[in-house]
């Protein structure tokens, strides 16, 4: 029911909420959904009632998202861990090998892999770089191929926890791209145009700094969070098992 779910805001002039949800279990409105339910805002039923649609791709399955980007899966890892087969961890492996194949299958098998919500090579009239939500089309509800792949290190670095070799793999074709400097990765290389995004946002690199001391430091970020008593208390909203079988496969 649209009661049981978050509203995106409320309409001043009219009094009345929109008529839009943060409904999607696989996005970052999760980290949200479960701080309200541990706190009392929300009742518990909230949590099963966002939508867990299920995409598959060549024998994988996985929770859809809006847009098909990895900031939408893994943005509330940074805080909230994840439990072997469960829905959400069978999720965050399908998310990375759809990604993977994603590039394989665009045509040069070389490039680096990680859309998501970046900057891209254009700018507005205030000369800074235009933003938006890149995706994959086989991770989101409707099928359809992106206007254009824009790749950032930001969104395949989050994913370090789940598959580390990938990533690290992955980092070294960045850096292949010149993709890297003095303060860190850029902020992405926009392949319709073949050059790098040379900025560095904040918030971007916040979530690699924060998933690389999950990762080198036994989850730190994650065991602070939990160890609150209110949060601790929903923690077995995260261990909800995925009602399909997994299908095991070397690779895509």
Known sequence: SILDVFSIGYDTTNYTLLP????NFASEARLTSFLTIAQGDA?????????KTLVQ????KGVASWYGTLFEYFMPL?????YKHTLMDETYSFAIRAQRAFMRNS??????????????NELDDAQNYKYHAFGVPYLKFQNTTPDRIVISPYSSLMAIGVDDRAVYENMQRFKGLGMYDEFGFFESYDEEDHVSVKAHYAHHQGMILA??????CDHCLQLCFMQEPAMKSMETLLKEKAQVKPY????I
Do not use: Q, R, V
């Open 78 to 82: 940074i805080f909230l861990p994840t």
């Open 20 to 23: 839009y949800h943060y409904n």
């Open 248 to 251: 095991i496969e070397s690779k």
């Open 211 to 216: 998933s690389l001391a999950n990762y080198l």
């Open 43 to 51: 009742p518990y039923k909230h949590w099963f009632c966002l939508d």
């Open 107 to 120: 045509g040069d098998g070389d490039m680096p892999w990680g859309i998501s919500e970046t900057a891209y």
């Open 57 to 60: 791709y060549k024998g994988y």
